[in-house]
């Protein structure tokens, strides 16, 4: 059985390849049962219902749509999750982000955001990193935030950096003044930077 994980949790991605499959069939099912019930009816395919369930084939053939676009990526692998969450400590952290934009998308395996600083890894496809931290820090500055962002390819090089962020995590958010979003309120300034890039990821 696949575990439910909300965005910016492991496993986000593949819970939502099995949660859009399911939500695709049911949406083909809906108008054919429709159309087969009517055809039976009737006894022709001339009729009202038939119209209906064709219209009703197109929000199924645009979830279809959205199901091979997951398959497109992946989720973090377990070994790479486990190997991450030894080193996080306790810095915020964010799964298996799938940035969109209009010119290339980056699959974000992790983020870490310490004070104003974000550091993600990006494994899959051979990324843009500098276009991917373009749109992080575009997005984040239009939301009256500031931050220092880095994309990483390389493993191990991203556990190292997870380990300097983490023994100097009070250094680093000790010079950070707390900024509030009204949406929400009760959140530190690294949950709201998440906030940020989740609003802006599949």
Not at 73 to 83: N, Q
Not at 189 to 198: A, D, P, S
Request: glycine share 4%.
């Amino acid at each position: 059985m696949i575990k439910k994980a909300g965005k910016g949790q492991a496993g986000y991605i593949s819970y939502e390849r099995f949660r859009r499959i399911v939500r695709t069939v049911i949406l083909f099912l809906i108008p054919f049962a429709a159309f087969t019930v009517s055809l039976i009816y009737y006894g022709t395919r001339q009729n009202i219902i038939t119209v209906v369930s064709m219209i009703g084939m197109i929000p199924a053939c645009m979830s279809a749509v959205s199901v091979v676009m997951v398959f497109t990526i992946r989720s973090i692998p377990k070994d790479t999750l486990k190997r991450i969450e030894e080193r996080a400590g306790d810095l915020a952290m964010a799964y298996e982000l799938y940035m969109t934009n209009y010119d290339k998308n980056t699959l974000l395996d992790a983020v870490a955001v310490c004070g104003d600083t974000i550091v993600a890894l990006a494994t899959y496809k051979k990324p843009d990193r500098k276009e991917a931290e373009a749109h992080m820090l575009k997005m984040i500055r239009a939301a009256g935030f500031r931050a220092n962002v880095t994309v990483m390819d390389n493993e191990s090089k991203f556990l190292e950096r997870l380990t300097s962020l983490s023994a100097h995590a009070a250094d680093i958010r000790s010079g950070i003044l707390p900024r509030k979003d009204s949406r929400y309120p009760e959140d530190s300034y690294e949950e709201q930077l998440i906030h940020i890039l989740m609003t802006a990821s599949l």
